[in-house]
């Protein structure tokens, strides 16, 4: 009876951990956005106009920076990126001097310094956009672009893995002078 019982939850076990998949090797992302808020060209209708003819909406551009931490053991290939849902080309660096500090300059005297990531023994890459793509994506893709401010997409021991984050952590712009 013992030994039926024994070979019975030997086989549950092993039935169970073949279901059970493979934790993907990053361990947290950090997403942070900057908007660089350029100065507002008034539209003259000529040149001898001196008024302009509405005041225009400046258009917000960003400075994005996203990190990937995970194991120094492991090899990712990060293979695609979609910040608000719109897909870009990517490029990527290693990054070996930990923390990550983004002086943010105020104007004031003494200007703010973020910790954008800590020191950790893990291994951290700097994933950025380069140019919008006109790569066409799965619809799962789109899914999760939509749900999500980031996607990250890599692959790992020839699997694609997904890394989202809800909404980036958006840093103050710098003042410029």
């Known amino acids: 009876m013992d030994k039926k019982i024994f070979i019975l939850v030997f086989l549950l076990i092993v039935i169970v951990s073949g279901f059970t998949q493979a934790k993907p090797p990053v361990k947290k ?3 942070y956005k900057q908007a660089s808020i350029p100065g507002i060209v008034p539209d ?3 040149e001898n106009d001196i008024q302009p003819l509405g005041k225009t909406k400046p258009k917000l551009n960003y400075n994005y920076w996203f990190y990937l931490e995970y194991p120094k053991t492991e090899k990712i290939n990060v293979t695609g990126l979609w910040i608000s849902g719109i897909r870009h080309d990517i490029k990527t660096d290693t ?16 200007n703010d310094t973020t910790i954008m990531v800590p020191v950790t023994k893990n291994k951290i890459i700097l994933v950025y956009p380069s140019a919008e793509s006109k790569i066409g994506d799965s619809k799962y893709e789109l899914n999760l672009a939509h749900s999500n401010e980031l996607v990250v997409r890599y692959v790992w021991k020839n699997k694609i893995y997904y890394s989202t984050m809800k909404k980036l952590k958006e840093l103050d712009p710098d003042v410029r002078q």
């Open 44 to 46: 003259y209708t000529e």
């Open 95 to 110: 990054i070996t001097d930990l923390p990550i500090r983004k002086i943010i300059f105020t104007g004031m005297e003494k």
């Open 29 to 31: 992302i950090y997403g």
